[in-house]
T-cell receptor, first 115, second 118 residues
Framework: TQLLEQSPQFLSIQEGENLTVYCNSSSVFSSLQWYRQEPGEGPVLLVTVVTGGEVKKLKRLTFQFGDARKDSSLHITAAQPGDTGLYLCAGPGRAGGTSYGKLTFGQGTILTVHP | DTGVSQDPRHKITKRGQNVTFRCDPISEHNRLYWYRQTLGQGPEFLTYFQNEAQLEKSRLLSDRFSAERPKGSFSTLEIQRTEQGDSAMYLC????????????????FGEGSRLTVL
């Protein structure tokens, strides 16, 4: 069973601060995805990282895939209250496989950004 | 709205009752997935369909759970003889698989159906 461990589980910060969320596994993943989920809503895909060492930027969000493809991080610069939500990392259900939708999710990081 | 829609959004039931959830995927998507999410956890895979065929079921899906996608469009998830441990958010997602059989990789989730079993 492939597990994804996210840390921290909870993060409460002030507007303008920077933060990093980590997603770690002992297994190699062909790709990892990051989703954001707001209360009462389904997860929404933010990014997919595929290549070891890859860095992707989405406005103030920077995503990195570890060289060994076992871990990933999400860094938010100058957080805003609108960034509040549950951040989830997810990987394909089997190592080396292409994501066909059977995703393994981490337990999530609940981020609260106070004005 | 052309996203994934789920109905009902909320369901409160008494232990032992049966409940059914419906999911309407994005119309051109041929793959449909059901996930379950409990408070403070990430979603857990339950089952998925390619068109009308149910191709995989998780061990989490006990005999009390049944999912169908009779015409390859909408899907239903039925839980019989509900238990308090069934209380969760049931998420439906859809995606488009290429002719090679590989999915595009992006799942589009619905807003979920929250079940509370008293």
């Amino acid at each position: 069973t492939q597990l994804l461990e996210q840390s921290p589980q909870f993060l409460s910060i002030q507007e303008g601060e920077n933060l990093t969320v980590y997603c770690n596994s002992s297994s190699v993943f062909s790709s990892l995805q990051w989703y954001r989920q707001e209360p009462g809503e389904g997860p929404v895909l933010l990014v997919t990282v595929v290549t070891g060492g890859e860095v992707k930027k989405l406005k103030r969000l920077t995503f990195q895939f570890g060289d060994a493809r076992k871990d990933s991080s999400l860094h938010i610069t100058a957080a805003q209250p609108g960034d509040t939500g549950l951040y989830l990392c997810a990987g394909p259900g089997r190592a080396g496989g292409t994501s066909y939708g059977k995703l393994t999710f981490g337990q999530g990081t609940i981020l609260t950004v106070h004005p | 709205d052309t996203g994934v829609s789920q109905d009902p959004r909320h369901k409160i039931t008494k232990r032992g009752q049966n409940v059914t959830f419906r999911c309407d995927p994005i119309s051109e998507h041929n793959r449909l997935y059901w996930y379950r999410q409990t408070l403070g956890q990430g979603p857990e895979f339950l089952t998925y369909f390619q068109n009308e065929a149910q191709l995989e079921k998780s061990r989490l899906l006990s005999d009390r759970f049944s999912a169908e996608r009779p015409k390859g469009s909408f899907s239903t998830l039925e839980i019989q003889r509900t238990e308090q441990g069934d209380s969760a958010m049931y998420l439906c997602a859809s995606s488009l698989a290429r002719s090679s059989g590989r999915a595009t990789g992006e799942l589009f989730f619905g807003e979920g159906s929250r079940l509370t079993v008293l």
